[in-house]
C-alpha cells in the first residue's frame, strides 16, 4: 500500500522554527546572558571599592590613629560593606480571603530595605534627578582640580556604582502625588530628598504636632542635643533591570534605644538590640490603575483612627519587639475585589535583623454592631516576615545573586497578582469596578475579557435558580 504523505507548507515551518527560535533566544537571555552580565558588573563593583578603599588606606589609617580606632579601620578593611544599614531582607509573603469565598496563598519575598542617609552614597546622584546638573558648562581645570573633579565624579555615581545601573533606589518611584513638598522650603521643592518630604509629611497630617524637621536639619548640629536624630528606613523593591513596582513600601522612622544616637549595622544586629518606632508611613500601589497613596500612622495623625504599643514579652525569645498597631480607615482603592467600605488593622514588629507586618481587612460597623460594641466581620488577612542577610565582604555579589534568581522580581509580582485575580474570578468572586471611574488600558482589556465570563456565569447562575424553584 502506497502512503501519500502530504507536504509541510513552508510558512508553517517557518514560523515554527521562528518560535523554537524566539525560545531559545529568551532562555539564552535570562538562563546566560543576563546572569553573566549581572556577576560581571557585581565583580567590578567590588574591585572598584577595592581600589577606592586603597586610594584612601593611607588617610584612614592616620584617621583611625588620631580618633583611637584602629579596630574599627581593621573591621572595615576587612568587610567595607560591614558598617552600611541598607540590607537584603528575605522571607515570604501571605494573602488569606475569607470571605466571600476563602482564597489563600503564600509566595517567596525579598525586600531591599534602605536606609535613606545610605542612599546617595550606594545608588550616587541618580536617586534624586534634581541633584543632577546636567546643564553646567565645562570650564578648564588645573591638574589639582581635575583630580579632585575626577575623585568627585566616582563619588557621585555611588559605591554599588555599576551594579546599581540595573537596580536602583529613584525618587520618581515613590511619593509621585508630591506627598511632603508643601512641608518644605517653596523655593528648594525641587531638591527635596525622601527623608526630608517623609518628615515634612508627618509634620503635616499630624498638623504639626510632630516636627522631626529639625532633627533632620540639625543632625550635624553639636550644639543641639535635646534629642537624638531619626532614622528612616525604606522597605521597598528596587528598580530591577530598568522597570520598579511596589504593592506596598513602608518607611519606619525609628528612634535609637542604644546609647549611641547612631543606628549602624553590624554591632547592633550582634547586640540583638531593639527599634522604637516613631511613626510609620505606607505607601500603598494599586493593580492595573497605577495609582498611588500613602498612610501615615502615628497616634497623632489624622489617617489613624486608635492606636496601642504592646510591650514585647519577656518570655517570647523568638522575636524581641514591641507590636505597633494602628486603625485606620481605607480610603484608597487598591483590590479590584474589595469595595471601599473596610477598615484597616496593621499590627508592626521589628527588631534589628528582622520585620514582620500582619493586615487585617474588616467590613466598616453598621448602627446595630457600633452599639453593640461589635468589630465587625474579617474579610481579608495579609502579611510578610522577612529577615535580614547582613552585608557580607562580598555584599555586591549577594544583591547579584538574589536578581539572578529573580531578574524580573517586579514583573513576577504582577503576573502573581493577575494569577491569583484569575483564580478568584473563577471562585466567582465579582469584579469592583474604580469607585472613581478611573480607566487604564490594562484596566480596560480586563473589563473587556470578562464582561463574557460574567455574562455567562450569571446565565448558569440563572439556569441553577430555576431548577432549585
Known amino acids: 500500500m502506497i502512503s501519500h504523505e502530504h507536504p509541510t507548507h513552508p510558512a508553517a515551518l517557518l514560523v515554527t522554527w521562528l518560535i523554537l527560535f524566539l525560545t531559545f533566544l529568551l532562555i539564552l537571555l535570562f538562563i546566560v546572558l543576563l546572569p553573566l552580565y549581572t556577576l560581571i558588573l557585581a565583580s567590578i563593583t567590588i574591585i572598584r571599592q577595592k581600589?577606592?578603599?586603597i586610594e584612601d588606606n593611607s588617610t584612614d589609617i592616620h584617621d583611625a590613629k588620631l580618633s583611637n580606632k584602629s579596630n574599627s579601620y581593621v573591621d572595615y578593611a576587612q568587610n567595607p560593606w560591614g558598617n552600611i544599614a541598607t540590607s537584603l531582607y528575605r522571607g515570604s509573603v501571605f494573602h488569606i480571603r475569607h470571605k466571600p469565598t476563602i482564597h489563600s496563598f503564600s509566595y517567596p519575598l525579598f525586600f531591599s530595605v534602605v536606609d535613606l542617609d545610605e542612599a546617595t552614597e550606594l545608588f550616587g546622584d541618580?536617586?534624586?534627578?534634581?541633584?543632577?546638573?546636567?546643564?553646567?558648562?565645562?570650564?578648564?581645570?588645573?591638574?589639582?582640580?581635575?583630580?579632585?573633579?575626577?575623585?568627585?565624579e566616582e563619588n557621585n555615581k555611588g559605591r554599588l556604582w555599576p551594579l546599581s545601573t540595573l537596580m536602583m533606589l529613584r525618587d520618581e518611584d515613590h511619593l509621585k502625588n508630591g506627598e511632603g513638598l508643601s512641608g518644605g522650603d517653596s523655593s528648594n521643592q525641587s531638591l527635596l530628598s525622601l527623608k526630608e518630604?517623609?518628615?515634612?509629611?508627618?509634620?503635616?497630617?499630624?498638623?504639626g504636632k510632630v516636627d522631626l524637621r529639625?532633627?533632620?536639619?540639625?543632625?550635624?548640629?553639636?550644639?543641639?542635643?535635646?534629642?537624638?536624630?531619626?532614622?528612616?528606613?525604606?522597605?521597598?523593591?528596587?528598580?530591577?533591570?530598568?522597570?520598579?513596582f511596589n504593592p506596598v513600601s513602608l518607611y519606619y522612622i525609628l528612634r535609637s534605644t542604644n546609647s549611641?544616637?547612631?543606628?549602624?549595622?553590624?554591632?547592633?544586629?550582634?547586640?540583638?538590640?531593639?527599634?522604637?518606632?516613631?511613626a510609620i508611613v505606607v505607601e500603598v500601589s494599586n493593580t492595573p490603575w497605577n495609582e498611588m497613596s500613602v498612610y501615615v500612622l502615628h497616634p497623632d495623625s489624622v489617617d489613624v483612627t486608635e492606636s496601642q504599643v504592646t510591650e514585647c514579652p519577656g518570655d517570647n525569645k523568638s522575636f524581641r519587639s514591641p507590636a505597633y498597631?494602628?486603625?485606620?480607615?481605607?480610603?484608597?482603592?487598591?483590590?479590584?475585589?474589595?469595595?471601599?467600605?473596610?477598615?484597616?488593622?496593621?499590627?508592626?514588629?521589628?527588631?534589628?535583623?528582622?520585620?514582620?507586618?500582619?493586615?487585617?481587612?474588616?467590613?466598616?460597623?453598621?448602627?446595630?454592631?457600633?452599639?453593640?460594641?461589635?468589630?465587625?466581620?474579617?474579610?481579608?488577612?495579609?502579611?510578610?516576615d522577612i529577615r535580614r542577610t547582613p552585608a557580607r565582604k562580598f555584599y555586591p555579589l549577594q544583591l547579584a545573586m538574589i536578581i539572578c534568581r529573580y531578574p524580573i522580581y517586579c514583573f513576577i509580582i504582577q503576573i502573581w497578582i493577575h494569577y491569583e485575580a484569575m483564580k478568584l474570578l473563577i471562585k466567582g468572586v465579582q469584579f469592583i469596578p474604580h469607585p472613581e471611574g478611573s480607566e487604564t488600558m490594562a484596566s480596560r482589556m480586563i473589563a473587556a475579557v470578562m464582561r463574557p465570563v460574567f455574562a455567562v456565569k450569571e446565565m448558569f447562575d440563572d439556569r441553577l435558580k430555576r431548577k432549585s424553584a
Open 51 to 53: 581600589l577606592r578603599s
Open 126 to 152: 541618580n536617586v534624586h534627578s534634581g541633584t543632577n546638573n546636567t546643564c553646567a558648562k565645562p570650564s578648564v581645570k588645573s591638574e589639582p582640580e581635575t583630580k579632585r573633579a575626577h575623585v568627585s
Open 197 to 207: 518630604r517623609i518628615t515634612n509629611l508627618l509634620y503635616e497630617r499630624t498638623h
Open 214 to 244: 529639625l532633627h533632620l536639619h540639625d543632625e550635624h548640629d553639636e550644639s543641639r542635643t535635646h534629642e537624638p536624630a531619626r532614622q528612616v528606613l525604606l522597605v521597598t523593591h528596587l528598580m530591577y533591570y530598568g522597570y520598579c
Open 260 to 278: 549611641s544616637d547612631e543606628i549602624s549595622s553590624d554591632n547592633d544586629l550582634n547586640q540583638d538590640s531593639l527599634v522604637e518606632i516613631e
Open 325 to 384: 498597631r494602628y486603625k485606620f480607615r481605607k480610603n484608597f482603592h487598591v483590590s479590584p475585589f474589595m469595595t471601599m467600605d473596610y477598615n484597616y488593622d496593621w499590627t508592626f514588629r521589628m527588631t534589628r535583623d528582622r520585620i514582620q507586618v500582619s493586615a487585617k481587612m474588616i467590613r466598616q460597623q453598621s448602627d446595630e454592631q457600633r452599639m453593640n460594641n461589635d468589630e465587625g466581620a474579617l474579610f481579608f488577612t495579609a502579611g510578610f
